[in-house]
């Protein structure tokens, strides 16, 4: 009892001898183009100095602050106030890297969730890059100041990188530009060193797709949550060297680099290990007409011109890989579970490349494999290379194989966004049209196009492979895309997009593309809430409905009740999704 009452006591006197010391509290603001910065505590101002004249970064310490009671401030730049109070808890030293102007520093995002055994846990190591709670700001510094006008691919003078709790600098980097038909073109940068916290390739893509600036930002969520392999994404402001706004970009991981495969192959550690490239194996982009074509005698060579071959592993080269894999899939028998599983173990990860399927046909993702045969990317893991040996009469016989793994590569066109009019042939309806619709058709969507899609007629016609397939779509729409969930994430995203609508309203552009689109803060409402768009044939919310809406009523099931997220999803039970015949998961949904 002794013991108890002087612990009582000891807490009472840290508590006085707080209250009586207070705490030092540090502020730090990003500020563009500010001759005088002032922090303002409830009217009493004081200078912020900028410890780097290079980095407009305002900083001051703040002494002997109480510890008991929350502080309300904001800053002042050249004689302008912020038009709001903001508030820093009691007990906490500093604030994290805030931007004038910007209300809201930091806000938790909610997470999709996804009850699946499964774990691909290396989507799970998040660097500070990606923390969705913060938006980061990066200043592009090239020599001339031309490159947001040109956008030619170019070398970058200086790269300044703000995290919420850190500052990153890099030197003549090299910038390469995409997707020029557009006023903000993507752009990529390579960094050099460790890069950020390992990562050494970022992806800035485009929001001029996609009014709500959200598409990506979704897309990317509902595959971590699956537990597909997939890049991380974050929204991202974006300024010249000047210090002009040259607008909102999706900062995001890119997934036909090296960092992504060490990353997501080898481990998140790894990215600091200089050998690690050498377990790297071949990484394929698919462009237009690419596919898995395999003839009986036809020279490798020859079937597969439309992939680039981004990195080639020497010692089992992407065109051998690609070839086996091709014959593999064209032998396969869906209805064979035993060819199934050999197959999934030796060539081709089965369920990866059926939830990403599933994810384009929910999403509209026309831009990808499925739709368009264009922009996936094909990996080889060399850690999963299997050699056999048979011997015969005729002597000993050696076969190789590599597994290979599907990833989706930088999806700009989802939800409905700029649909192609010879994808989309039900018009208005399309979203409320089965998934079967989309496997027995021809396609020829452009010139030379195939008729047919090789790995969605072998996977989805018929077979386990079938069922299992709508097994994932059942599920993902179960807890993920269903307008009780989806919603939920729509609207904490567009609290914190909207500001940044109303910011970009305001830029100037430098570079006009030949389809580039200026959007409004009505455009970003009409896009999230309408049924009808002002761009696009259905709001973002409306499509949801309706996808969901159809799987729900093709299966006979409904979504699950609650908002599903990262945090409560394991409080369900988990789901075991196996090889199933469609006729099989039929009886079973019909009780």
Known sequence: MKLYDSFILFGCLLRWISIVYGRDVTFNVIAFKALNVYLDVEGLKYKMVKPDLSIPLYTIILEDVSNDEDIKYHYIVDDIHEEFERKLPKSTTTTYNELYGRKITIKNIPQFGFPIRRRWLKNGERSSIFDGSYIPTVIIDDVNGSFFKSGNSTILKKVTVFLKDSIHVFQNIEAESR????????FKLKLDGQGLFGTKTLFFSTTETDPSLMHQLIYSDILQAIENPSAKTVPCRVYDGNGNGRGLYILQEDTTSEDFMISHFLGFINLFNKNSTNNIGSIILGSPKSDFYYTEGAKPSTLYNEFK?????????????????SKALHDLDVNDLEQLSAFNK???DIPIFLKSLAVQYLTGNWNSYWMLLNNYVIYSNPLEINIEKRITDEGTHTNKYIKHYFFENKPLYTFGSHINSKVNEYEEKFPSESYNTLVDRMWGIYDKD???????????????????????????????????????????????LRPEMEWITKLNNLHIGENGKNFSVADFDSEIEDEHSNFNLWGLKEWIRLRSEQVANEFNFKWYHSIITKGNVKLLDYIEIQPITHEKLMKILQG
């Open 450 to 496: 195939s008729n047919y899609r090789i790995a969605i007629t072998k996977f989805l016609e018929s077979g386990y492979t079938k069922g299992m397939f709508e097994e994932y779509l059942i599920n993902i729409v179960k807890y993920i895309f269903n307008p009780v969930t989806m919603n939920h994430k729509i609207d904490t995203l567009a609290e914190r």
């Open 309 to 325: 071959i981004v990195k080639d592993y020497k010692k089992f080269n992407a065109i051998e890989g690609l070839h086996g894999l």
């Open 346 to 348: 030796k060539w081709f």
């Open 179 to 186: 997707d020029l038909k557009y006023n903000n073109f993507s």
